[in-house]
């Protein structure tokens, strides 16, 4: 394991420590950050070597996986960090923990086309990116281990600064440097339906953006509809077809791909809004902005919701069954039984 606090550990960790740093002054309140994060133009090679370093502290903390995860998910990925660095273009190279803490912060899929279920934070990071924490042995570390591994979050909160320049070297942070990890695709953990269910799901959370706006933060990742064609419509094969943002927006809005318009009547109405019972937003001169290639390769689509103390919520496969991001508890090892949040 990486380590045994929890998070009621952590906070009576903090409450005892701060009480001694003279250098505190402040009301904020404990793991709580308010620094300004740099806009995304602004980080460089160093500034995200610095970022990677002060993960790296938190990440070889004496924190359980659960606080870890909580940690690093809602106390250093706040939204306006998250929304920074995630409009970084593609060709930023990374430093390793930075780039694995970005893919689980946010919806898009990860490099093996979709999120399967039951996938949780120690698995990816471990055993699918090999990134690998300062473990704590129960037998062999002692209160004064842990309190010395804690010290980085300390120091780094105390300062008020997530890019924090005083932070040590850390165990193993020389293996982030971008290249030096390699890893294989776990390309036979993900089946190509949930390939195929998560492409459609960005599509139709791009349509919406594009459209008519879509949060930049969500708590559950896009489920794509369809409804049945009445069988009193004309053949299909007459239809006028129309997929991208500049569909009917009642079927932008309903996450539906595919806006398909029968040819018998003077006021066109698609499939769904007749099948709904409601007004339908057809046009008739349409511009396919899907002729942009950053309409299908954004940076980064959006970010899920920041998780709550001691919950959270990631992201799925994205649709379809699997569509719902509530996390349940992943079938681990014994050892890894502390693993509470997984992807499903």
């Known amino acids: 394991m990486v380590g045994t606090w929890t998070e009621k550990h952590t906070q009576k960790y903090f409450r005892a420590a701060v009480k001694k740093r003279v250098d505190f002054i402040g009301t904020r309140k404990h793991l709580e950050f308010t620094d300004q994060v740099p806009p995304t133009h602004e980080w460089t090679a160093e500034l995200l070597e610095q970022f990677n370093r002060n993960l790296r502290g938190v990440y070889n903390g004496p924190f359980d996986w659960e606080m870890t995860e909580v940690l690093l998910m809602k106390y250093i990925m706040t939204d306006d960090l998250l929304n920074s660095l995630k ?40 055993k699918w990116r090999h990134c690998e924490p300062l473990n704590f042995k129960s037998d062999t570390s002692t209160d004064v281990d842990m309190e010395q591994a804690a010290n980085a979050l300390l120091d780094m909160w105390i300062a008020n600064d997530r890019l924090y320049a005083d932070t040590p070297v850390q165990y193993r942070e ?42 930049l933060q969500m708590k559950a990742w896009i489920k794509v509809r369809s409804y049945k064609r009445p069988e009193n419509l004309p053949p299909a094969e007459n239809d006028t077809v129309i997929r991208g943002p500049y569909m009917c927006l009642q079927c932008v809005k309903a996450c539906i791909l595919e806006c398909r318009v029968p040819n018998d009547t003077e006021l066109p109405k698609c499939v769904s809004c007749r099948v709904r019972k409601i007004k339908c937003a057809y046009q008739t001169e349409l511009v396919d902005p899907r002729a942009d290639p950053a309409f299908f390769n954004p940076p980064r689509a959006l970010s899920k919701a920041s998780v709550s103390q001691g919950s959270s919520t990631g992201p799925s496969s994205s649709a379809g069954a699997s569509g719902s991001a509530k996390r349940t508890a992943d079938t681990l090892s014994e050892e890894e039984r502390e693993v509470k949040h997984t992807r499903s």
């Open 174 to 215: 020389a293996e982030d440097v971008p290249g030096v990890t390699q890893y294989k695709l776990r390309m036979q953990d993900v089946t190509d339906e949930q390939r195929r269910e998560a492409a459609e799901a960005l599509e139709a959370y791009l349509n919406q953006e594009w459209r008519c706006g879509a949060p």
């Open 87 to 126: 409009n970084l273009s593609k060709d930023v190279a990374l430093p390793h923990l930075v780039r694995l803490v970005l893919d689980w912060a946010c919806w898009d899929p990860p490099e093996e086309g979709a999120w399967p279920p039951g996938l949780s934070m120690r698995r990816y990071f471990m």
